[in-house]
């Protein structure tokens, strides 16, 4: 009963209190403060268009700084106007204690903070409309907004409860509240170093109110805010219990009172510094749990058989922007710690305090510091400063830079966000990387699970009698054989038969199951054999194409790389066709460097011209950008690596673009000598480009008219040939995880036919949006006088246009039946011999034969991109520089092909748990302004609906006192 009486007290005491700011104007002055400042800060100061995330980040990085002077003014008269009119010592007497009196106060306060962000839910509700927001955050940021509120609110009316003047109490609860809100600061951490300053951050509400809005709730953070609360709430309660005191009352009770509220206090911040080193008290809400270990992570920590040695290098004084993210790395690296159970060992190291440490970092690890210009009020300086993670396994380690870790978004002219990329999928690939180099220096068979089988389709018998010079051949393979044999023992497999013996039966079986059929020597025909090697494990199979250098160390290379692709336990191999583009002396360019970058942080990259008419027998991967008239042997080193069971990515298009131009940006007719071979498999680019009114705008150059005179210049307009790909216009499958969006430019449709659709599964990975449409003559340079709408021609048709689409597997070969064309293209220079044909004058010993392999396993790949400009330099650097942050959404989509077709598919998840995957949809200006009005209107629709209530509250009371008093009156 006392407890239910004690609950209807309280409950009285903050409806009068809440009451009480609406008979004012203080709770609307309060409101209408807050609602203004609030939409002011998040569409003016943040820029939120311009940043074109869709996130409500601007909203919450003010709300520590706004919420210390809105509350000093909220609770500024709850104390001090009492006892400068003489009340307080009526409410004293009050058969209510000060306990309830000071949480009625509190939870009145607090409910009118609560309104006020309720009025705010409009702002996330827009950006969910206009782009893929993530709500975990948006919760977060809101329940930090709520305890935050609750530690201000708690020290106002402290604050409040000592002075009699409200002008005091303001500046005093400001005073205050900006205090704990100054200590964490990073203008005050910069001073102290990494940790000494990592202790001030903890006591900080800036620093723990920005950890809640990531989206991870911590007991640590909420314990703190409660923490804070109780303390000058109990301080409150004391300050009214003080002045109940006679001068000559029971002194014992006041000892008492004031030795219970030390232990109080005393025991709320030793809660702290115990709790303070549990890691694993929290709730992550981000969607795909971006602040959690995956399991992906924990599998690669669980399967490490030697220690893992962590350094990160990090400088005490740094470049303000990148100091908070160091105690980010530092709580991630040590939940790596946890998980590796005793194998992954992390030291945080500050070299320039250090020599020797800064020493071995130089020498051994090649990390070296960066200068970074920083400016304070008095001066500008260049600070060197480490920022580099190094990973080490064994002999082997992996370096990452501040470039590999942070992100860079350009807010404003001199205004840049900077945020960590995406550590995990950072430190993950790297510990990937060096343990599967470590172990490429070990067991070949350490990853897999059962033997592996060789199979050796070699003729032997006098059906199939071996011509003398390829003899050679059969001896040099069964020698690299017996060499991985005598290493691997049962772990393979040796099956070595003649196709050509008996009935034939296994020969057919061959042309039936892979296409394999008879080697040529000529093409007269006559010499026919069998030299072929597959290799089988887990019912998948390889085919192990000739080595270029046919000898017992090519067989064995070749051979080794097969069982490689089995494991996916050591690093892949890449061949990247990439021509070198010319400029206009005359010199070559290489446009694929950024490219070759990305892609060598998770594999090994060969480049190849397939000029031979093969490709490198160690790839796995087979990626052509941009191919530019390719002749029939390049055509047919694609097709046969397909054929073998391989995967090729395709970027093609029939138009070549020239971005060094003096008159701007031009585009010609290409072919790209692939049109036949798609065609097919249902496969055909059509010459024209995609027109999409949902795009990125970019800047282009165009001329103006001013009197006699014509000026060029450069604008920033919507581009129709930049089509902006959003999650409604990819598929829901692996290859796009992570991305959220993509700019492809200037692509052509892939028109789809059902060519071998029984053998093959088709899938559409990206697409326009419905509103598109094609240009079969394209001039992709904006004519305002001809077109003034939108300064291009009216595209033909409407709908969907296919960009990119992948085929999975059965392929047959389009040199079926035909010679092999390596015999074709030889014919004039070799000659017969009684020995047989004339060796290679560049490979002496390896004469020159060939074969079809008429068709591919089930399990080939075969992606095609409608664009050849998509991962060239120049064109990743005009999209940066039009989206004002470093763009490389066309290398993730690499990644994620490569990652897909090499069946990697724990990074691939990784790799969608970045920060910067969630863009705003494109819009016109209108529409942006459409939208910010949108919020301003709401908010005031918001303040009217809170009038209402409070009238209807405000009539039902008095109904309710009528009432009463009628009945006390009868």
Request: cysteine-free.
């Amino acid at each position: 009963m006392a407890k239910a009486g004690m609950a209807a007290q309280l409950w009285r005491v903050a409806r009068k209190e809440f009451d009480a700011f609406f008979a004012s104007p203080a709770a609307w002055l309060f409101l209408a403060a807050f609602l203004g400042v609030s939409l002011f800060l998040f569409f003016w100061v943040e820029a939120f268009f311009a940043r074109n995330i869709a996130d409500v980040r601007p909203l919450f990085e003010w709300i520590p700084l706004l919420l210390i002077f809105l509350v000093a003014a909220l609770t500024m008269r709850a104390w001090s106007e009492e006892r400068r009119a003489g009340t307080l010592e009526m409410l004293l007497t009050l058969p209510v204690s000060p306990t309830t009196l000071v949480l009625g106060k509190a939870l009145a306060a607090w409910a009118l903070v609560a309104l006020a962000l309720l009025l705010t839910v409009p702002l996330p509700v827009t950006v969910s409309l206009i782009g893929p927001l993530d709500w975990g955050p948006v919760v977060g940021g809101y329940i930090a907004a709520l305890l935050l509120a609750l530690a201000y609110i708690a020290m106002g009316l402290w604050v409040s409860a000592r002075t009699d003047n409200p002008i005091v109490s303001l500046i005093g609860t400001v005073a205050l509240a900006g205090g704990f809100w100054l200590v964490g600061a990073d203008a005050l951490t910069q001073l102290a170093g990494n940790r000494v300053g990592e202790w001030l951050a903890l006591l900080g509400t800036g620093t723990r109110f920005d950890a809640i809005t990531r989206g991870v709730i911590d007991l640590r953070d909420l314990l703190y805010y409660l923490t804070l609360a109780g303390v000058f709430l109990a301080l409150n309660v004391f300050s009214l219990e003080h002045l109940r005191w006679a001068v000559d009352g029971d002194r014992v009770t006041h000892r008492r009172w004031f030795w219970l509220t030390g232990l109080l206090m005393l025991n709320l911040v030793l809660v702290n510094v115990w709790l303070e080193r549990l890691n694993g008290a929290r709730i992550d809400l981000t969607r795909g749990h971006l602040y959690t270990l995956s399991d992906t992570t924990r599998q690669y920590l669980k399967g490490l058989q030697e220690p893992l040695t962590v350094r990160a290098y990090f400088s005490a004084q740094t470049h303000p922007l990148l100091a908070p993210l160091v105690p980010q790395l530092r709580d991630l690296l040590r939940e790596y710690e946890l998980a590796g159970a005793g194998k992954v060992k992390v030291q945080v190291i500050d070299p320039q305090t250090d020599p020797e440490a800064e020493a071995e970092a130089g020498e051994r690890f090649g990390v070296k510091p960066v200068p970074f210009q920083v400016a304070s009020k008095y001066q500008s300086a260049v600070v060197n400063s480490y920022f580099d993670i190094v990973v080490q396994y064994g002999d082997q380690f992996e370096k990452l830079g501040f470039s590999d870790l942070i992100e860079v978004k350009l807010r404003g002219i001199d205004d840049v966000d900077v945020r960590l990329k995406n550590p995990e999928y950072d430190l993950t690939r790297t510990i990937k990387k060096v343990l599967y180099a470590y172990q490429a220096g070990g067991d070949l068979f350490a990853g897999l699970d059962g033997p592996v089988v060789f199979h050796g389709y070699i003729s032997e018998g006098a059906t199939g009698k071996l011509p003398p010079a390829v003899a050679e051949l059969n001896q040099a393979l069964r020698d690299a054989v017996q060499a991985i044999k005598a290493k691997a023992g049962d772990r393979l497999v040796v099956d070595i038969r003649d196709p050509s013996a008996g009935d034939g039966s296994l020969g057919k079986e061959l042309a039936a199951r892979y296409g394999i059929k008879p080697l040529l020597l000529g093409l007269d025909g006559l010499d026919q054999f069998y030299f072929h090697i597959l290799l089988e494990h887990d019912g998948r199979t390889e085919i192990v194409p000739t080595p270029q250098t046919v000898d017992t160390a090519g067989f064995q290379q070749a051979i080794e790389a097969g069982i490689k692709r089995f494991g996916g336990g050591l690093l892949h191999t890449i061949a990247l066709y990439a021509p070198k583009a010319v400029t206009r002396f005359g010199t070559p360019r290489d446009d694929y460097t950024q490219l070759v970058a990305r892609l060598s942080q998770n594999a090994a990259v060969r480049r190849t011209d397939l000029a031979d008419g093969q490709v490198p027998a160690q790839a796995d991967l087979l990626v052509v950008a941009d191919p530019k008239g390719l002749g029939t042997k390049q055509v047919f080193a694609i097709d046969q690596f397909l054929m073998r069971g391989g995967s090729v990515i395709l970027g093609a298009s029939p138009f070549a673009t020239d971005l060094s131009g003096e008159g701007g940006i031009g585009i010609a007719p290409q072919a790209t000598g692939l049109a036949d071979w798609l065609a097919g498999f249902g496969l055909r680019l059509v010459d024209s480009l995609v027109m999409d009114p949902n795009n990125t705008p970019f800047p282009v150059p165009i001329k103006r008219q001013v009197g006699s005179y014509v000026i060029q210049e450069v604008r920033s307009l919507p581009y129709p040939f930049f089509p902006d790909i959003r999650e409604d216009g990819m598929a829901d499958a692996g290859v796009t995880a992570g991305l959220g969006q993509l700019t492809l430019t200037w692509p052509s449709p892939i028109e789809t036919a059902p060519a071998g659709a029984g053998s093959r599964t088709l899938t559409r990975l990206l697409w326009s949006s419905p509103g598109s449409g094609v240009l079969e003559s394209p001039d992709i340079q904006p004519d305002f006088v001809r077109y003034p709408d939108s300064g291009f021609p009216p595209p033909r048709g409407e709908g969907n246009q296919a960009l990119a689409v992948m085929l999975e597997g059965r392929f047959d070969s389009a040199f079926a039946g035909a010679p092999s064309p390596l015999l074709v293209a030889g014919r004039d220079t070799q000659e017969t011999t009684k020995g047989g044909p004339k060796a290679d004058a560049d490979n002496p010993g390896s004469p020159v034969a060939g074969s079809v392999i008429e068709r591919s396993p089930p399990g080939s790949r075969l992606v095609l991109i409608g664009s050849a400009s998509l991962l060239t330099d120049p064109v990743l650097d005009l999209v940066s520089e039009a989206t004002g942050t470093r763009y490389d959404k066309p290398l993730q989509l690499m990644e994620n092909l490569v990652d897909w077709s090499l069946e990697d598919r724990g990074l691939l998840a990784l790799r969608g748990r970045g920060e910067y995957s969630r863009m705003l949809a494109p819009m016109a200006p209108e529409r942006r302004v459409y939208w910010e009005y949108v919020n301003y209107g709401l908010a005031l629709l918001g303040l009217v609906l809170v009038g209402l209530w409070r009238q209807v509250a405000r009539r039902r009371r008095r109904a309710s006192q009528a009432a009463l008093l009628a009945g006390d009156t009868a």
